[in-house]
């Protein structure tokens, strides 16, 4: 195999992308890399007239790589196989769109994404000696919590198919049609892997906490107090974060209205704030990654916001007008130069890691707050 093929391959099987896209062919290398199965890589040799008779299947991808087929067969190659698997999905959009909205509550049961093994390790195996109690908990609680988990990971992915393929239409953006480790698509040559995501509550904390205000839980906890609203303690953060905004929004009163208006007109000014310089939640982003996902490559955080109620944000993944308008435009202004310009610098495990990174925020109910 040629020397800089297997340097290549070396540098993206060790997720070492800063090195693999300073080098000139590295981009070129992650288009190929995205037809690398036997099947495409034969048709595209048939593409550019590239005998591949006698050649075994493990050594195909290098062989085209040696052969530098030009850039544009390989783009147009690329964007024929997405329109056909395009058409093929957009055949069901309309219907699948249907579905998600049959999606009435976003809850995820107490067991969270990417934990749900330990979670089910901790609650149930580790704490529960009695095999009458165990099997009791099962029918009781972790049914219902197994239901909400697999609901809302049915909603993710969906969402995000349809997400990725708002992306993937527009004429700036190169998609990716196979496998390819950390990256969805390209934009103006740039890889970027895509992040859907909402507002992060940590985050939030840390604006507060730089201004000075109690984090939102205390404050509603206060409230609660103040006003004589019962709450028990004894619940998982989440729950009672859940509980108590919902008591104190539905609670009959002039002092909860006052309060509930200056406690969402606060969450919308940080909003805005962060919308106007991203970097530092791009970074905070970057450095709170866990610790078995974590990696520096380059990221599109695509951030959803309801400033009218941010619990309710999840709703933003299937508006589909909403999100092709917001994020049509923001490709429609951005340039390679744009591109070039977001690199980024963050700190994981006291080791500094560079990357690129863009953010685009869809924010409805701007005008109330």
């Known amino acids: 195999m040629p020397p800089d093929f297997n340097a290549l391959r070396?540098?993206?099987?060790?997720?070492?992308?800063?090195?693999?896209?300073?080098?000139?062919?590295?981009?070129?290398w992650l288009k190929l890399r995205s037809i690398s199965r036997t099947e495409l890589l034969r048709r595209f040799c048939q593409h550019i007239g590239l005998a591949y008779e006698g050649i075994p299947a493990r050594?195909?991808?290098?062989?085209?790589?040696?052969?530098?087929?030009?850039?544009?067969?390989l783009e147009s190659f690329i964007r024929e196989l997405y329109r056909i698997e395009r058409a093929k999905r957009k055949d069901n959009e309309d219907y699948l769109i249907s579905q998600l909205y049959q999606m009435k509550v976003f809850d995820w049961g107490g067991l969270y994404q990417n934990s749900l093994e330990q979670t089910i390790v901790d609650n149930y195996i580790k704490k529960i000696q009695s095999w009458k109690k165990l099997n009791s908990a099962i029918e009781n609680e972790l049914h219902a919590s197994m239901r909400g988990y697999v609901q809302c990971s049915w909603y993710n992915h969906w969402s995000s198919i349809i997400i990725e393929d708002i992306f993937k239409d527009h004429?700036?953006?190169?998609?990716?049609?196979?496998?390819?480790?950390?990256v969805d698509f390209f934009i103006h040559d740039f890889p970027f892997d895509l992040k859907v995501t909402y507002f992060p509550d940590g985050y939030m904390g840390v604006l507060r906490k730089a201004e000075?205000?109690?984090?939102?839980?205390?404050?509603?906890?206060?409230?609660?107090?103040?006003?004589?609203?019962?709450?028990?303690t004894d619940k998982p953060t989440s729950v009672l974060f859940s509980e108590l905004?919902?008591?104190?929004?539905?609670?009959?009163?002039?002092?909860?209205?006052?309060?509930?208006?200056?406690?969402?007109?606060?969450?919308?000014?940080?909003?805005?704030?962060?919308?106007?310089?991203?970097?530092?939640?791009?970074?905070?982003?970057?450095?709170?990654?866990?610790?078995?996902?974590?990696?520096?490559?380059?990221?599109?955080?695509?951030?959803?916001a309801d400033l009218e109620n941010l619990e309710e944000s999840w709703?933003?993944?299937?508006?589909?007008?909403?999100l092709v308008n917001a994020i049509h435009s923001h490709l429609d202004a951005i340039t390679s130069k744009a591109v070039r310009n977001l690199r980024l610098e963050f700190t994981w495990k006291e080791e500094t890691y560079e990357t690129c990174a863009d953010a685009l925020f869809v924010v409805v109910n701007q005008k109330r707050y």
């Open 59 to 73: 050594e195909l991808l290098a062989q085209v790589y040696n052969h530098k087929p030009n850039k544009k067969n």
């Open 245 to 304: 905004l919902a008591k104190v929004s539905e609670y009959p009163s002039k002092a909860a209205r006052e309060f509930m208006a200056a406690f969402k007109a606060t969450r919308a000014r940080l909003i805005r704030q962060t919308i106007k310089n991203p970097t530092a939640l791009k970074v905070w982003l970057y450095e709170n990654q866990g610790l078995r996902r974590f990696d520096a490559s380059n990221r599109f955080f695509l951030i959803l």
């Open 10 to 28: 070396k540098l993206y099987d060790n997720g070492q992308f800063v090195e693999l896209l300073r080098n000139p062919d590295g981009v070129y």
């Open 315 to 322: 709703k933003l993944k299937r508006n589909k007008k909403l």
């Open 212 to 232: 000075g205000l109690r984090p939102e839980l205390m404050e509603l906890k206060a409230f609660c107090k103040r006003e004589g609203i019962f709450f028990e």
């Open 171 to 182: 004429p700036a953006v190169l998609p990716v049609t196979g496998l390819v480790k950390k």
